[in-house]
């Protein structure tokens, strides 16, 4: 079954609308701030929004920037961030920052290949952040957007680094930045790994389905 790309995403765009603005979006919109939206980001790895977005607060109201961060402990950055997953990993990876960026004047750099030697920072974030907060083509490669593109059958990979790479060759360039919004926010609600809502889904008609089990409906039930 051929994948019409450009078609799935614009359904799922209008679909998606209606859901909660994923964090790291708000804050771009609110601040235009590279710096939070990075922090953010670390931020947000295995972690639920709404627990992204209070840590996220707690630490802006004390370290709104690169310079009040560098002031604070790797200890208090526990206690602020807590209970972020990996909260312990990531205030190791934030202390680190400061001292990292001054390679790049203090500044959040907007290349792939710099943004991936600061700690905590790989491939996903690096491209979401380009995305995010510099507005620049990315594709951000999370294991919603890796799962769900071989779910269509768009790509046929094992990995995010190979649908990135699958993506950059045959995604239209104009869907780039907003590709994992999208598919983030429909893997959570709708396709998610464990038992999606195939009997909810706009695109049910057109998916391949490949590799998927779909929740089992008791009668009456929905």
């Known amino acids: 079954m051929a994948v019409d790309i450009s078609r799935f ?132 490669v999370d294991t919603h957007v890796h799962r769900i593109m071989n779910i269509w059958g768009y790509v046929k990979t094992k990995t995010p680094l190979e649908t990135e790479q699958a993506l950059r060759r045959k995604l239209p360039r104009k869907h780039w930045k907003e590709v994992n919004g999208i598919l983030v926010a429909f893997g959570q609600g709708i396709c998610r790994p464990v038992a999606p809502h195939c009997d909810r889904c706009v695109l049910s008609r057109h998916c391949s389905k490949k590799g998927v089990t779909p929740r089992k409906i008791k009668p009456g039930r929905s």
């Open 9 to 140: 995403i614009k359904i799922l765009k209008h679909e998606v609308a209606q859901y909660q603005v994923p964090v790291v979006d708000l804050l771009a919109v609110q601040t235009r701030s590279p710096f939070k939206v990075l922090v953010a980001t670390i931020l947000s790895a295995r972690t639920k929004d709404e627990v992204t977005a209070a840590a996220s607060e707690r630490l802006f109201k004390v370290a709104p920037d690169v310079e009040g961060l560098d002031r604070l402990s790797r200890e208090k950055i526990q206690e602020l961030i807590f209970p972020v997953g990996f909260y312990k990993s990531k205030a190791g990876y934030l202390s680190r920052l400061p001292k990292a960026m001054e390679v790049f004047g203090g500044k959040v750099p907007k290349i792939i290949d710099d943004l991936v030697t600061l700690p905590g920072v790989g491939r996903k974030t690096a491209n979401l952040v380009r995305s995010v907060a510099f507005d620049l083509d990315a594709i951000c």
